[in-house]
């Protein structure tokens, strides 16, 4: 099969519903050529109608980043599940989440428990997984891009989740000072927002609109994942063999667009 992803395999992480980033992401790369293996977490049969939407049929595989076991096997389980000279050349970053009271303008009042979950799950994450693949990858090397909301100012209501993703902003510099002399890359697409389920669960999301529909110069919509899942999948291919540590935007301009 033709594509910039020819002849890879990715692992994808994060594809929840047929809205998420994480989601076109997996179904381009299969457009472009590439095998996609998909982890889930919790709701696994949801998961698995959901891939049933893809191109081609996708191998699933239960991930808890917070959970020691499930990340020290998923090397394995990968070799179970497509064979035993399995590789990944590409590995997509979509995880996320910040208990409900470190959202939504409670920044002063957040205890340390709820940070230090946002913190775990969607930043100390990128390094967990990096690992959990790297014996996968280090033979022939490969791309790790991970989904960032863009951290270099304070938004409304994302509080710990804001300082979480500035936590991931640095985690992927150092995970790619770290993997590059294996020939690893690694690389954020910081994208505009999406109406994901994730989004869902952030009081005051649409505040959001008002700020793309006046600042992006080239014009956002909140419905369409696509440009993202784009950015994700040129990052995966070799058309960047020397990007690493960098942060792309998808955002239709509005982090380079003042008030």
């Known amino acids: 099969m033709s594509g910039i992803l020819a002849g890879k395999?990715?692992?994808?992480?994060?594809?929840?519903m047929e809205s998420s980033i994480a989601f076109h992401a997996a179904r381009l790369a299969q457009e472009q050529g590439a095998e996609v293996v998909l982890t889930g977490y919790g709701r696994l049969s949801l998961v698995?109608?959901?891939a049933k939407r893809l191109p081609r049929p996708a191998p699933l595989i239960e991930l808890d980043v917070q959970d020691r076991g499930h990340l020290d096997s998923l090397a394995d389980r990968i070799r179970e599940s497509v064979g035993q000279d399995?590789?990944?050349?590409?590995v997509v970053h979509s995880i996320a989440f910040a208990p409900q009271d470190a959202l939504g303008g409670n920044f002063l009042e957040t205890g340390w428990d709820s940070v230090a979950t946002a913190v775990e799950v969607s930043a100390y994450s990128l390094k967990a997984l990096a690992v959990a693949c790297l014996p996968l990858m280090e033979e022939r090397g490969g791309s790790i891009v991970g989904l960032d909301f863009d951290a270099q100012t304070a938004w409304p209501a994302y509080d710990?989740?804001?300082v979480a993703k500035a936590a991931l902003e640095s985690t992927s510099r150092y995970?790619?000072?770290?993997?590059?002399?294996?020939?690893?890359?690694?690389?954020?697409?910081?994208?505009g927002p999406v109406k994901t389920m994730a989004a869902k669960s952030i009081p005051g999301f649409e505040t959001f609109r008002e700020v793309w529909n006046t600042r992006s110069p080239i014009g956002w919509d909140l419905?369409?994942?696509?440009?993202?899942?784009?950015?994700v999948v040129a990052l995966l291919s070799d058309?960047?063999?020397r990007t690493t540590g960098e942060i792309v935007h998808v955002d239709g301009g509005v982090h380079a667009i003042g008030a």
């Open 9 to 16: 395999r990715v692992l994808v992480t994060g594809v929840l």
């Open 239 to 241: 058309w960047f063999p």
């Open 160 to 162: 710990w989740m804001g």
């Open 48 to 50: 698995e109608r959901i």
């Open 86 to 90: 399995a590789r990944l050349d590409g």
């Open 175 to 191: 995970v790619a000072r770290d993997l590059g002399p294996r020939g690893i890359r690694c690389n954020l697409v910081a994208a």
């Open 223 to 231: 419905s369409d994942p696509e440009p993202a899942a784009r950015g």
